[in-house]
Nanobody, 126 residues
Framework: QVQLVESGGGLVQAGGSLRLSCAAS????????MGWFRQAPGKEREFVAA????????TYADSVKGRFTISKDNAKNTVYLQMNVLKPEDTAVYYC???????????????????WGQGTQVTVSS
């Protein structure tokens, strides 16, 4: 059983930066793939970024490519989402998710993930 706790959300002006963290416990973090998803008010949850179990392969939604970076620190059992050049349309609740089983390819759909955090709010003002 993997438990995930996100942190680092907040209010930031457009053009600013935030770094989200997701601390994992209860499993073998080095063997899991991780993903970030977000849900804006009135919209369905959408994929943002994902990283495979080795931490060497990443993939991003087109809307965040070049602005966001996902990384995985196995020593700290933590995955990060560095968000730069934030836009008002990035406003959402951000969720991290874990996928067991040494996934080679980063998962981009919710059904690939078995464990979810509670979410952290990111608000970008214009």
């Amino acid at each position: 059983q993997v438990q995930l706790v996100e942190s680092g959300g907040g209010l930031v002006q457009a053009g600013g930066s935030l770094r989200l963290s997701c601390a994992a416990s209860g499993g073998t973090f080095s063997t899991v793939g991780m993903g970030w998803f977000r849900q804006a008010p009135g919209k369905e949850r959408e994929f943002v970024a994902a990283i495979n179990w080795t931490g060497r392969i990443t993939t991003y939604a087109d809307s965040v490519k070049g602005r966001f970076t996902i990384s995985k620190d196995n020593a700290k059992n933590t995955v990060y989402l560095q968000m730069n050049v934030l836009k008002p349309e990035d406003t959402a609740v951000y969720y991290c998710a874990a996928r067991q089983g040494f996934p080679v390819v980063p998962g981009t759909t919710e059904d690939k993930y078995g464990y979810w955090g509670q979410g952290t709010q990111v608000t970008v003002s214009s």
